[in-house]
């Protein structure tokens, strides 16, 4: 009887934290769908409310420009839509320069209704905390350049705490070997993505999947933004062509090493190894002479 009331209490217990685990995993996702939360993520980079076009349009009173229906549809499925001839997504393009709008990963019916009414509660306030971010319109100077070079290499951390851009991406002043390959190259970046605002926009939330949740809890600063924009800018003007020259050397380097080693290795132990064949070959040859 001990065992069996053991038993039932331990499989009352496991009960009850599978209840308790259900429970938590459902309130993170929960918290993943918060509207607030996947706009800044995922929206955030293209549009602002009530700060003006990025690429692509403010979305303040857009409730007032096209209907739920379509709004929710379009949110989910843009490329579809577009893909349907419909006029207004084809307007929407040509607004855009031929930018298509993709899904937001995680996207539902519910959370683009959560999110519309986020859009037309923020549509009503003097200044949407979604205005995007505001960047000085000053000309941009020589030390903006470097200060944005030394955060973009690396040789001055980020104030927050997140990854130097180096480490993911590259530009081709810095040749081919001089940054990552895991994300886009930024040489052109300040002209795709038409200037100031929009790099600065990008850069305060990055929307890619592997940059989003790097940055989410390491915000690049304020103060940082104009820097990196400098170099940015900088880069795209010059436009040099990524040189593969580097990589070039590279290889011709590793390969003459490796000759070289071999060459070394040749001096230091060819001595040993013929000392060892030599006396061998020598017998088995006098041997084989003797019974010819």
Same mark, same amino acid.
């Given at each position: 009887?001990?065992?069996?009331?053991?038993?039932?209490?331990?499989?009352?217990?496991?009960?009850?934290?599978?209840?308790?685990?259900?429970?938590l995993?459902?309130?993170?996702?929960?918290?993943?769908?918060?509207?607030?939360?996947?706009?800044?993520?995922?929206?955030?980079?293209?549009?602002?409310?009530?700060?003006?076009?990025?690429?692509?349009?403010?979305?303040?009173?857009?409730?007032?420009?096209?209907?739920?229906?379509?709004?929710?549809?379009?949110?989910?499925?843009?490329?579809g839509?577009?893909?349907?001839?419909?006029p207004?997504?084809?307007?929407?393009?040509?607004?855009?320069?031929?930018?298509?709008?993709?899904?937001?990963?995680?996207?539902?019916?519910e959370?683009?209704?959560?999110?519309?009414?986020?859009i037309?509660?923020?549509?009503?306030?003097?200044k949407?905390?979604?205005?995007?971010?505001?960047v000085s319109?000053?000309?941009l100077?020589?030390?903006?350049?470097?200060?944005?070079?030394?955060?973009?290499?690396?040789?001055?951390?980020?104030k927050?705490?997140?990854?130097?851009?180096?480490g993911?991406?590259?530009?081709?002043?810095?040749?081919? #070997?001089? *940054?990552?390959?895991l994300?886009?190259? =930024?040489?052109?970046?300040?002209? !795709? &993505?038409e @200037?100031?605002?929009?790099? /600065?926009?990008?850069?305060?939330?990055p929307?890619?999947?592997?940059?989003s949740?790097?940055?989410?809890?390491?915000?690049?600063?304020?103060?940082?933004?104009?820097?990196?924009?400098?170099?940015?800018?900088?880069?795209t003007?010059?436009?040099?062509?990524?040189?593969?020259?580097?990589?070039?050397?590279?290889? #011709?380097? *590793?390969?003459?090493?490796?000759?070289? =080693?071999?060459?070394?290795?040749? !001096? &230091?132990? @060819?001595?040993?190894?013929k /000392?060892?064949?030599?006396?061998?070959?020598?017998?088995?040859?006098?041997?084989?002479?003797?019974k010819?």
């Amino acid at each position: 009887m001990a065992t069996m009331n053991s038993a039932t209490n331990h499989i009352k217990t496991l009960t009850a934290l599978a209840a308790v685990s259900v429970i938590l995993i459902g309130s993170g996702l929960a918290s993943a769908q918060v509207p607030e939360a996947f706009y800044r993520q995922n929206c955030m980079s293209c549009h602002t409310i009530g700060g003006g076009r990025l690429t692509g349009p403010d979305l303040k009173d857009v409730s007032d420009r096209q209907d739920r229906a379509w709004l929710v549809d379009w949110m989910l499925d843009p490329e579809g839509v577009l893909g349907s001839g419909d006029p207004y997504a084809a307007k929407l393009q040509k607004e855009a320069r031929g930018a298509v709008m993709t899904r937001s990963p995680g996207i539902t019916r519910e959370l683009a209704n959560a999110l519309l009414d986020l859009i037309d509660a923020e549509s009503l306030l003097e200044k949407s905390a979604f205005a995007g971010v505001q960047v000085s319109d000053r000309a941009l100077l020589p030390e903006d350049v470097e200060e944005g070079r030394a955060l973009f290499m690396g040789s001055t951390p980020l104030k927050n705490g997140g990854p130097a851009c180096i480490g993911c991406h590259h530009v081709n002043s810095v040749g081919s #070997l001089g *940054g990552g390959k895991l994300g886009l190259n =930024l040489t052109r970046a300040y002209a !795709r &993505l038409e @200037g100031r605002k929009g790099l /600065a926009a990008w850069l305060v939330a990055p929307p890619s999947l592997t940059m989003s949740p790097l940055f989410l809890d390491h915000p690049i600063d304020e103060e940082e933004i104009l820097p990196l924009i400098a170099f940015m800018k900088q880069e795209t003007e010059q436009d040099l062509p990524e040189s593969s020259s580097a990589t070039i050397n590279f290889v #011709l380097s *590793g390969i003459f090493g490796a000759g070289v =080693l071999l060459v070394i290795f040749d !001096r &230091l132990w @060819g001595k040993r190894f013929k /000392a060892v064949r030599r006396p061998l070959y020598d017998a088995t040859y006098s041997k084989t002479k003797d019974k010819a």
